[in-house]
């Protein structure tokens, strides 16, 4: 005689066996999914990245280099040497009068503004190259895409380009330097003239509110960016002529350039 119950336990096996099967199934589905998500590469490689952030800076270095060219800056530079503390010399940048020494003044911190914005946005491309290269790209860097001769001819052009951009900003904090010095000495010039009376005169206080708005525009403190980090020494004016990239200089250098843009640090 048969079990009537067969057919519900058959019944029930076959639902158990299915639902396992379609369990199976998706855990392979999804552990399939996972593996092949482990093999998925989303974006650039770091080298890359950093010979973009190299062409953006040469892009935006060509009109600032014009720029600093038109500025002249030099015209405007200050003689310091020994002898000119014991020999007086006449200013060649003395504008004789009270109005016109006014729009001098003006005319250097014109050429000041002009040249520390653009600097400051080229700055921060320059220390996201300098970062991201020394982080990602180093000597034992392999890229899937390249072959081992290509990256060592791309790290040596992004070396280069490094060099050459810290060229470019320390040519442009020196042309800030020459024009903090000239600002300064003009505003020396202007204070001959505090209470002297007549069309010349200026009061001590208006003198002291022009002092004090300059002091923060010549130390980068307006625009939150100190820019004399960009300064070259010789040392590495001598290394950067040579075109040799050190890797721990420049992370010493890193640590400084990232300063820049610290504020109230340098100041």
């Known amino acids: ?24 199934k998706r855990e392979f589905s999804e552990l399939e999914f996972n593996n092949e998500s482990d093999f998925v590469m989303d974006g650039k ?24 060219t038109t500025t002249r800056a030099v015209d405007h530079k200050i003689t310091k040497n020994i002898f000119s503390l ?9 504008q004789k009068n009270l109005r016109k020494e006014r729009k001098y003044h003006s005319l250097l911190k014109k050429k000041f503004n002009a040249i520390i914005l653009p600097m400051k946005k080229l700055a921060k491309i320059h ?66 003239y505090i209470n002297v009376g007549g069309v010349d005169n200026i009061s001590r206080a208006e003198y002291e509110v022009i002092t004090e708005k300059t002091s923060t525009l010549v130390t980068g403190q307006d625009y939150k960016f100190n820019y004399t980090i960009f300064n070259i020494n010789r040392f ?21 350039l990232k300063k820049a843009f610290e504020v109230g640090i340098g100041y």
């Open 1 to 24: 005689m048969t079990n009537p119950y067969d057919d519900i336990f058959e019944d029930s096996e076959k639902e158990k066996k299915q639902t396992q099967s379609k369990t199976n």
């Open 86 to 94: 014991f020999i007086i010399a006449t200013d060649p940048h003395n």
């Open 45 to 68: 490689e770091s080298l890359d990245e950093v010979l973009d952030n190299i062409e953006l800076f040469k892009i935006q270095a060509e009109p600032f280099s014009q720029l600093l």
């Open 127 to 192: 220390l996201q190259t300098v970062l991201q290269f020394n982080n990602d790209v180093g000597d034992d860097y392999y890229s899937v895409e390249k072959t081992d001769r290509k990256v060592k001819l791309d790290r040596l052009e992004v070396m280069e380009s490094i060099n050459r951009q810290r060229r470019i900003l320390g040519n442009a904090a020196s042309d800030l330097e020459i024009l903090k010095d000239g600002i300064e000495k003009t505003e020396d010039r202007i204070r001959r």
């Open 236 to 256: 590495d004016k001598a290394v950067i002529t040579l075109g040799i990239y050190m890797k721990k200089t420049t992370s010493q250098y890193l640590e400084n």
